[in-house]
């Protein structure tokens, strides 16, 4: 297994695990979440990460790349 992407949260990590499932490759998702230290890891290291078999990890950077490149970066409800 590889590590693939850090999402930012466990909304995106779904997400990006069902875009791949739907191609036919297998996710592992490995949040850095521990409720007996209250979310510290994640704080230190982020929420977690995607990993993908070695086989299929070129295959899968590039349905994410794509995916990344669709999505739009604006959303029409956001306000900065």
Do not use: C
């Not at 998702?29 to 209250?38: G, P, R």
């Not at 290291?45 to 669709?70: L, M, N, S």
């Amino acid at each position: 297994m590889k590590n693939l992407i850090a999402p930012k949260d466990e909304a995106e990590a779904n997400i990006i695990q069902l875009i791949l499932k739907e191609h036919g490759i297998f996710v592992e998702i490995k949040s850095f979440h521990d409720t007996a230290y209250d979310g510290l890891f994640q704080a230190q290291y982020g929420w977690g990460f995607i990993r993908v078999p070695e086989a299929d990890f070129q295959k899968a950077k590039k349905i994410i790349e794509e995916w990344k490149r669709a999505s739009p970066e604006d959303l029409p409800w956001e306000t900065s």
